[in-house]
């Protein structure tokens, strides 16, 4: 990933940030300004990488980016910028976040957001790569149900604490959150 940037991105870089992306001011010849953030589901890599600069870039350039991004391993998401989330399950004393972001394809991508309850991360480091790549995050319609959102999220942790050998009697899973706010 970081050759792509460095080969495909970085040559168009903007000199300052924007600060309104609504309105933006596009170097001269571009298409669009493109932000990129890695959200890695692998629990032995950093879960977040920001690359804290705006790309300036052509729709060509930015079709050979695509093009080159997906022959990299991962689910690859347009995302929108300025819509994040976040959701809770709490089984027990243990709290288990999700990172909430919007699609460009009216989807929500969910993701275990590690390192807010580090207890929950070391029961559910070793397990979530058990899961196959697909399973590791959640896709729902945008403006869906909380409940039904927070039902599969109560069902995915279930599902990766299932896959634990070790008791987990002392973690009691029972439900004690309310909806998922988003």
Known sequence: MNDLVRSLLEPYEGQMRQTDYLNPILRKGSDFIVNLEILETNPNKPFETCVFADYHLTQAQFDRF??????????????????????EVLRGDLEFQFLVVHTRNQEEIIVYYPRQDFAADELLFPLIPLLPPEDRRI???????????????????DRVLSLSKQDLSAYACTSQAGPANF
């Open 139 to 157: 896709l729902l319609p945008i403006g869906g149900d909380p409940f039904t959102k927070q039902q599969r999220l109560e069902t995915w942790i």
């Open 66 to 87: 695509l093009y080159r991004l997906r022959k990299l391993k991962g689910t690859h998401v347009l995302g929108h910028p300025n819509v994040r989330g976040h959701a």
